[in-house]
């Protein structure tokens, strides 16, 4: 058995992947409905790693490294979740949150942070920027997972003005 990449800092409970890289019978392939994810992560790595699980999982994965690209990425890939990390240079995790929450086209996206930080002085930042999920890393992929299926489940339940 292996994983995605053994030096990425997400766990992978319950989403391990055969030596050909498919997942193991019970885990979300790519008949999965896990629907648009934007991966916001400034270290290419992690989000190459992190990208490559979930396109395993069956979710349409679009990947940027700063939150400017991220804010220009939610116009043309319309996702129904943002994965991001909060310590990015520049504009950091916590104030783009903010910002796709100010707009009103955005309202229904739901923003997961996993990051490193996991003091309750984070998670309460996360929760004042409008971050619905703070996941510490290494983060559990089977809640991750869970967690996007959800959002995508409540988006086609409810499609926002742009979808109808």
Known sequence: MRTVNP????????????????????????????????????????????AMLLRAWGARV??????????????????????LDLGMPGMDGYELARRVRASPGHAGIVLVAVSGWGRAQHRYRSEAAGIDHHLVKPADAGLLRELLRRAHAGRAASPSPQDR
């Open 7 to 50: 030096e990425s800092p997400f766990s992978l409970h319950g989403g391990e992947m055969d030596d050909r890289g498919a997942p193991f019978a019970g885990s979300a392939g790519p008949g999965a409905v896990l629907g648009t994810v934007l991966l916001v992560d400034d270290n290419h790595d992690a989000a190459d790693g992190l």
């Open 62 to 83: 679009r990947v940027v490294h700063d939150g400017a690209s991220a804010l220009r990425a939610l116009e043309e890939c319309r996702p129904d979740a943002v994965v």
